[in-house]
């Protein structure tokens, strides 16, 4: 039979199966499995049939916790029974795993593995959650890439069946999960083929039934606990042969062979790492690469977790073995190794042979594993004197455990096609690249691989597609950093990122940008970025794609045109038939949408190419020095320097650069704490139309600002004698009210830090609007200008205007300023106007969701502090517990504001003291309910106490 090849994600891969053989899904969605619930809610909504005919009855609950409750319930009525999930989800699943596994109930939780909340939140990979369930009694099976989700799910399904133990299925999240691959796809009547539709009967015998009831769920005493704890022991000492019956039968119908344990390598080796998910891949291709160079090197892939079988781990390491290296992709602090590790050593320690093994941390929150890495493993386990509980990927300064890294090496198959495109958040740039990975994986022979690195900024945020095409099976799970053809859909991006870094000789570079002309390009490129493309000899193109798409209708959607340009010069196929592929997907995605958006589409595909220009890059690009030209800094010494706080030069700046893999571990606070007031630094200019005020239309109402997303649009107050010196583009009017008499007003857009919702100008109620949406870079020169003036140079004027009015409101600082919320956001106008009511005295108990991703994603932070330092004090702790955590919050704080005041009534009746600080105290105990009462006392005191004699 032939086989059917089709171009999925790892979660989709998953759920083909899972959805195959359940009758119900209990879900709650996580990062980053919410695909998998997410996909069989819709596949179910559409009809579509498992193997028992069915459509699966999918239910959404209120929790991770309640999902894993469900599942419980839905077992014991006899229903085949799946969830998904990940992290912390995981977690709060732990006390229903103990009771599933207690009553031997086979259902399999699909987990995207992903990093744990410690100090900070990681919604990335790591395989921290599975570790932390992974004494609860369930099995665990392994998957290291995308078709391994699709093969190892159903050995999964397959095996809890055969077995009646429940089994967690994990694939490492993001790397796996999101990761697009061209696979074979498992027919489902070959699936119904191999299941042992006995053990599903007897399974729903078993189940919960008031004609012939049974009680399951007992307490037990100390007298029988521990012997019925026993007995489950044989069901366990049979999962190994059971999964390898089950991985025989896949192997029947996929051809596909796998084992608990897995060797690949040479069969002499002397130096082998044991690893589990997707790091096998890569150690895989590095594995190749030094036994083609004369070394004698293996690698041992663990699929079979738990119950981890001694017999099947020993069977496959060859005996001339010398030196194992394990590596953990989980961290557990003061253990004696982490648990793989532990594993390994105790499987050779009961066998009595015992090599010398070491073990090692790599990959936590997605950190990436390279070959470069890889090879550094193996040559540790050349030295004398080897690293042990070493750490990989990290510059470790503080306990000094990590390995050294050399330089990265190549061990992607001959005639891949490597590509990075650098884009926008919401400028369709990472759908386009699904949809070229999908045209060429599902239309052509060759094998296509897609991920996708985002930062934590909504849709304004930074993505870079790493994309590779071949005629070979692409094992290479790493992110590209050595590309043929690499495209910046975002020109500001040439000053923020090296985005040509990895570039290979002889590249093509696309760039959109509305910089057409060589003089345009000389005098907007950083000097680097000349250099790399004259002395690599880059085939270099501009095209201006933002006014094609405004020419069309398509706003700041540039996908189809840089799709476009993709497929003419990356030449992975021919030019003519990748666009009628191009077209045709078109009328699918967006037919349902109408005419007017399909033809908008294709009319982008066919005015991309003569837009496109070649630039011949001049011979003197190759020595290009830029000119750096002192300003003035904020304190006026003229020494050309900003004096940004360290934090921002040595954590911030280089984080926003792309280079935050090279920080060193000495560069972070112990328990993850971080100021206030960052996003003022970052500065990002990704607007594509920003506002323009226009003072004459103005009637001075302050709703732009109080509708502004992003605290990007602010009123200013100024006197005549500071604006004496102001630019003249510093444009102001009459102040109105009579509090305001004499001033003069005007609104200062932040353009920079400004996303371009247009919120400002739609609200704006004036007859004739008085903002109007213009091209950034029509705007940026003197709005950068105008408003280091207006910050520089105009005291703030917050206590004229009531503040609790409107127009007062806005006159406050806003102390949220410049999220990562997606331009237009609806939840941070709102939050922002809180900050200018209440901010200098706000605790924040944040849902970890939106909120905490958009205000609090390191390294910068948008709630700020006044003048004072005073700030809103925010905290995060999970999802489901903001009402829990906030009331301990004030709990404490209440508590405390109890003692304080005993000790200020204590204080009080001290004999001798001034008169003026008796007063302050009995008055600060008068009024320390209310806010401002409490302030104006409180700075009594303090001010009488610098006075006052010492007692």
């Keep these: 039979?032939?086989?059917?090849?089709?171009?999925?994600?790892?979660?989709?891969?998953?759920?083909?199966?899972?959805?195959?053989?359940?009758?119900v899904a209990c879900i709650y969605p996580i990062t980053p499995s919410s695909v998998m619930g997410e996909l069989a809610d819709d596949w179910a909504a559409a009809g579509k049939k498992n193997l028992m005919g069915q459509t699966v009855t999918v239910r959404e609950l209120q929790s991770e916790a309640g999902a894993a409750g469900a599942v419980h319930g839905s077992l014991v009525a006899g229903a085949m029974t799946s969830t998904f999930t990940a992290s912390q989800g995981l977690l709060l699943m732990i006390p229903n795993m103990y009771k599933i596994a207690g009553e031997l109930l086979p259902t399999v939780f699909h987990v995207s593995a992903r990093a744990l909340s410690t100090h900070a939140l990681s919604i990335f990979g790591d395989q921290q959650d599975v570790m932390a369930a992974r004494q609860t009694g369930f099995a665990f099976l392994c998957a290291s890439s995308v078709q391994e989700c699709m093969d190892i799910a159903l050995v999964a399904h397959l095996a809890t069946i055969e077995s009646s133990v429940p089994f967690c299925h994990f694939f490492d999240g993001f790397r796996t999960s999101h990761e697009i691959q061209k696979i074979e796809v498992i027919d489902y009547e070959d699936i119904r083929k191999v299941v042992n539709w006995d053990k599903v009967n007897e399974f729903r015998q078993n189940a919960m039934n008031p004609e012939h009831p049974h009680q399951r769920g007992t307490a037990q005493n100390p007298d029988i606990y521990f012997q019925n704890t026993e007995r489950r022991n044989l069901f366990y000492d049979a999962v190994p042969n059971v999964v390898?019956?089950?991985?025989?039968?896949?192997?029947?119908?996929?051809?596909?062979k796998y084992r608990p344990f897995d060797y690949v390598g040479h069969p002499e080796a002397d130096r082998i790492v044991v690893a589990m998910g997707s790091a096998c891949e890569t150690i895989e291709e590095v594995v190749n690469l030094l036994n083609a160079q004369g070394q004698r090197v293996g690698l041992v892939k663990v699929r079979l977790f738990r119950p981890f079988s001694t017999e099947h781990l020993l069977q496959v390491i060859p005996s001339t073995v010398k030196t194992i290296t394990v590596l953990d992709r989980t961290k557990e602090p003061g253990c004696l190794g982490?648990?793989?590790?532990?594993?390994?050593?105790?499987?050779?320690?009961?066998k009595g042979k015992t090599p010398e093994i070491l073990g090692g941390r790599y990959g936590l929150g997605s950190k990436e594993f390279t070959p470069a890495m890889a090879e550094a493993v193996f040559a540790n386990m050349t030295t004398v004197g080897p690293k042990n509980h070493f750490s990989v990927?990290?510059?470790?300064?503080?306990?000094?455990t990590s390995l050294e890294v050399g330089a990265d090496i190549d061990t992607v198959a001959p005639g891949t096609v490597q590509c990075k495109f650098f884009g926008l958040g919401a400028d369709g740039t990472v759908g386009a690249n699904k949809q070229a990975i999908k045209i060429i994986g599902d239309n052509t022979d060759l094998y296509a691989q897609a991920y996708f690195a985002y930062d934590s900024k909504k849709s304004g945020g930074f993505t870079v597609s790493h994309l590779r095409?071949?005629?070979?099976?692409?094992?290479?799970?790493?992110?590209?950093?050595?590309?043929?053809?690499?495209?910046?859909?975002?020109?500001?991006?040439?000053?923020?990122?090296?985005?040509?870094?990895?570039?290979?000789?002889?590249?093509?570079?696309?760039?959109?940008?509305?910089?057409?002309?060589?003089?345009?390009?000389?005098?907007?490129?950083?000097?680097?970025?000349k250099r790399t493309l004259a002395r690599k000899n880059i085939k270099f193109y501009n095209v201006d794609a933002v006014k094609v798409a405004m020419e069309i209708g398509l706003g700041g959607r540039i996908n189809m045109i840089m799709q476009t340009a993709f497929f003419k010069l990356a030449e992975v196929i021919p030019f003519e038939q990748a666009v009628a592929l191009l077209k045709d997907s078109i009328k699918k995605t967006y037919g349902r949408k109408g005419d007017k958006v399909v033809n908008m589409n294709l009319a982008a595909v066919d005015n991309a190419i003569a837009a496109l220009t070649e630039i011949k890059i001049p011979?003197?690009?190759?020595?290009?020095?830029d000119e750096h030209e002192a300003e003035a800094c904020s304190c006026g010494c003229g020494c050309g320097h900003n004096h940004e706080p360290a934090y921002i030069t040595d954590v911030v700046r280089p984080i926003l650069a792309q280079q935050g893999d090279k920080l060193p571990v000495s560069a972070f606070e112990p328990d993850g704490l971080v100021p206030l007031g960052t996003t003022a630094y970052e500065k990002r200019g990704v607007a594509v139309n920003i506002p323009e005020w226009i003072s004459e239309n103005c009637i001075q109402c302050c709703q732009c600002s109080f509708v502004c997303p992003h605290a990007a649009i602010r009123p200013v107050l100024a006197t005549e004698e500071e604006l004496s010196c102001a630019p003249d583009t510093f444009?102001?009017?009459?102040?109105?009210?009579?509090?305001?008499?004499?001033?003069?007003f005007r609104i200062q857009v932040y353009a920079e830090d400004c996303l371009g919702c247009g919120s400002c100008a739609e609200v704006c109620p004036a007859k004739t609007?008085?903002?109007?949406?213009?091209?950034?870079?029509?705007q940026i020169e003197a709005q950068v200008a105008n408003l280091k003036f207006a910050t520089e140079c105009v005291e703030p004027k917050d206590n004229l205007v009531a503040r609790d009015s409107l127009k007062g409101s806005q006159l406050q600082q806003p102390l949220l300023e410049f999220s990562g919320a997606c331009a237009g956001c609806g939840e941070t106008p709102y939050v922002k106007l809180i900050t200018q009511l209440f901010g200098e005295r706000m605790l924040i108990a944040n849902a970890t969701g939106c909120s905490s991703i958009w205000g609090g994603s390191a390294p910068t932070v948008p709630y700020t502090t006044n003048k004072d330092g005073h700030g809103p004090a925010w905290g995060s702790s999970l999802f489901e517990d903001a009402a829990e955590y906030g009331f301990g919050m004030f709990s404490a704080v209440k508590h405390r504001r109890e003692k304080l005041a005993d000790i200020v009534a204590e204080a009080a009746k001290l004999p001798g003291l001034p008169e003026g600080l008796v007063d302050a105290l009995n008055g600060w105990l008068e009024n320390k309910e209310d806010a401002e009462g409490s302030k104006k006392f409180g700075e009594e005191i303090l001010a009488a106490l610098s006075d006052a004699p010492e007692h």
């Design 1 to 23: 039979m032939a086989k059917k090849m089709k171009t999925m994600d790892g979660n989709t891969a998953t759920t083909h199966i899972a959805y195959a053989l359940s009758d």
């Design 244 to 256: 390898v019956e089950a991985m025989k039968k896949v192997e029947g119908i996929t051809g596909r």
């Design 338 to 350: 982490e648990p793989l590790y532990l594993d390994v050593c105790a499987a050779f320690m009961e």
């Design 393 to 400: 990927g990290i510059t470790d300064d503080v306990s000094y």
């Design 469 to 529: 095409f071949g005629k070979s099976p692409i094992h290479s799970t790493y992110l590209v950093n050595q590309a043929d053809y690499i495209a910046c859909h975002k020109s500001a991006y040439v000053h923020q990122y090296d985005v040509l870094e990895g570039i290979k000789e002889g590249g093509v570079f696309v760039l959109n940008s509305e910089w057409n002309t060589v003089e345009d390009l000389s005098r907007e490129l950083p000097a680097a970025m």
């Design 619 to 625: 011979a003197e690009w190759a020595e290009a020095v």
């Design 731 to 744: 444009v102001t009017k009459d102040a109105i009210g009579k509090e305001l008499k004499g001033l003069k």
């Design 769 to 778: 609007k008085a903002l109007v949406m213009k091209p950034l870079h029509t």
